[in-house]
């Protein structure tokens, strides 16, 4: 089975840094896909940031320029700099089966708080 542990949430003023990390197990080979999606209170779940088996890379507009997506073997991680208070929301590591983007996200970890004031 595949599992996903996120960390690295947490609370910070508006302007500050986080970097998420997600730690998976059970994914076949290496040229999987993975992303990182977020959910805030009464809102619909957005996909953030994404990247391919070959490391190409999808952001979201509201995040480009801010957020980097990183996967290197068995560890996806996120650089979130610049945050905002409509950065807070609740998020989560995904991946899927796909070498390329669009990506098939079949499993999902459990995901981390961030909280920007």
């Known amino acids: 089975d595949v599992q996903l542990v996120e960390s690295g949430g947490g609370s910070v003023q508006a302007g500050g840094s986080l970097r998420l990390s997600c730690t998976s197990s059970g994914l076949p080979g290496s040229r999987y896909c993975m992303g990182w999606f977020r959910q805030a209170p009464g809102k619909e779940r957005e996909g953030v940031a994404h990247v391919d088996g070959y490391y190409n890379t999808r952001y979201a507009e509201s995040v480009k320029g801010r957020f980097t997506i990183f996967k290197d073997r068995a560890t996806l991680s996120l650089q979130m700099n610049s945050l905002k208070p409509e950065d807070t929301a609740m998020y989560y590591c995904?991946?899927?089966?796909?070498?390329?983007?669009?990506?098939?996200?079949?499993?999902w970890g459990q995901g981390t708080q961030v909280t920007v004031s």
């Open positions: 995904a991946a899927g089966e796909t070498r390329w983007l669009p990506c098939d996200y079949k499993s």
